[in-house]
């Protein structure tokens, strides 16, 4: 089996996994052949190509204009043309794929998409963050006046793949609500996943104990990002309300954050 993924994520060498390259080390270890072109969106990684057993990867760098908001238009609708002349490559050696896989939001790969369709049988896209609500709703600078012709464009290339995967079922009747359903297109739940599951307690008591819980203690968690749109403010304002009647409940939060100096002054303040 081939597989090429496009992404806008992709650990370099000696990085910390993610679930791009956690997926394409699973699909080589089950037999599959992986090509992954990636934009490497934040810019540190730089351009280049690697190889292991079964695998290629390739970064880009981003387009980058140091002009508000225009630098920022221009990084979404033209970084992915980048990504053409390898695909195009891959078009004159006339190698063909069994699958494409991409990932939220498809405006980020928008121009190389459908190069990448036109080489492969099936397509499949592991769709998180709903585009562009998701990026306005944690105070992206996206120009309003884009909203809509962005959700128009993102739509469209939503609508031509042959299988999108949410991870619940609520991500899924959001999609039908944002997107709309099309009748041809099978979408399933495809949950987050993780290479780290063997590092989990046997013993969740020895963990409450680890962090200085009782058994009797009820454990609220949060793990992700502390940015804006996941509800960390809401989450801490509840904990406030629920101290003063219930002290056994208690908030553990993983994770870091332009909210992280939020969540250390709600510790202070709050025990």
Request: aromatic residues 12%; charged residues 20%; contains cysteine.
């Amino acid at each position: 089996m081939k597989v090429l993924i496009l992404t806008t994520k992709y650990p370099a060498p000696g990085e910390s996994p993610w679930l791009s390259s956690e997926l394409s080390d699973e699909l080589v270890a089950r037999g599959a052949e992986v090509r992954v072109l990636n934009i490497d969106w934040s810019g540190r990684q730089g351009s280049g190509t690697y190889t292991s057993k079964n695998l290629v990867v390739t970064s880009v760098e981003p387009v980058k204009l140091s002009i508000p908001k225009v630098g920022l238009i221009a990084k979404w609708l033209f970084s992915a043309f980048k990504l053409l002349p390898y695909l195009f490559c891959e078009l004159v050696a006339r190698r063909k794929y069994d699958l494409v896989i991409c990932f939220s939001p498809c405006t980020a790969t928008a121009v190389a998409i459908p190069f990448a369709q036109f080489l492969s049988k099936k397509s499949l896209l592991l769709y998180w963050d709903f585009f562009p609500v998701h990026n306005s709703q944690i105070n992206a600078p996206l120009p309003q006046k884009l909203m809509l012709p962005l959700k128009f464009l993102e739509k469209s290339l939503v609508h031509s793949f042959s299988v999108v995967g949410c991870m619940s079922e609520a991500g899924l009747r959001f999609f039908d609500a944002y997107f709309g359903a099309k009748n041809e297109q099978k979408r399933v739940i495809i949950p987050i996943w993780t290479s780290n599951i063997g590092s989990l307690s046997a013993n969740p008591f020895l963990s409450r104990l680890d962090f200085g819980f009782s058994d009797e203690d009820v454990l609220v968690v949060f793990g992700g990002q502390l940015v804006a749109g996941r509800g960390i403010e809401a989450l801490l304002q509840a904990m406030k309300l629920i101290a003063e009647k219930r002290p056994e409940v208690k908030l553990l939060i993983f994770g870091s954050g332009p909210l992280s100096e939020l969540v250390a002054e709600y510790e202070c303040s709050n025990g």
